[in-house]
Nanobody
Framework: QVQLVESGGGLVQAGGSLRLSCAASGRTFNNYVMGWFRQAPGKEREFVAAISWIFGSAYYADSVKGRFTISRDNAKNTVYLQMNSLKPEDTAVYYC??????????????????WGQGTQVTVSS
């Protein structure tokens, strides 16, 4: 059983920054993908960013490209999401997730087998 635990959410003013962390424990594989999704009230859960664990290749949704940066620390089994220039429309519950090899598109929720509990990010206008 893989466990994912997020931290770093909170309240911030527009234009501010937050750094989310997700620590993974349990059985993992070095070719998996770690991703971040978010869900705002009345909206579907949407892809934010993902990173290939072994290669470090990063992928972003158009809505956050240029503002958010995903990274990982292999030794700590931890993935980060640095969020800069935050906007009110970034307000959502943010979820960390892990996809096993061959699970499907890294942009799609069905590819991800394990999910964290979510952490609230609120950006005031």
């Amino acid at each position: 059983q893989v466990q994912l635990v997020e931290s770093g959410g909170g309240l911030v003013q527009a234009g501010g920054s937050l750094r989310l962390s997700c620590a993974a424990s349990g059985r993992t594989f070095n070719n998996y993908v770690m991703g971040w999704f978010r869900q705002a009230p009345g909206k579907e859960r949407e892809f934010v960013a993902a990173i290939s664990w072994i290669f470090g290749s990063a992928y972003y949704a158009d809505s956050v490209k240029g503002r958010f940066t995903i990274s990982r620390d292999n030794a700590k089994n931890t993935v980060y999401l640095q969020m800069n220039s935050l906007k009110p429309e970034d307000t959502a519950v943010y979820y960390c997730a892990m996809a096993n090899p061959g699970g499907g598109s890294l942009y799609s929720r069905p590819a991800y087998n394990y999910w964290g509990q979510g952490t609230q990010v609120t950006v005031s206008s």
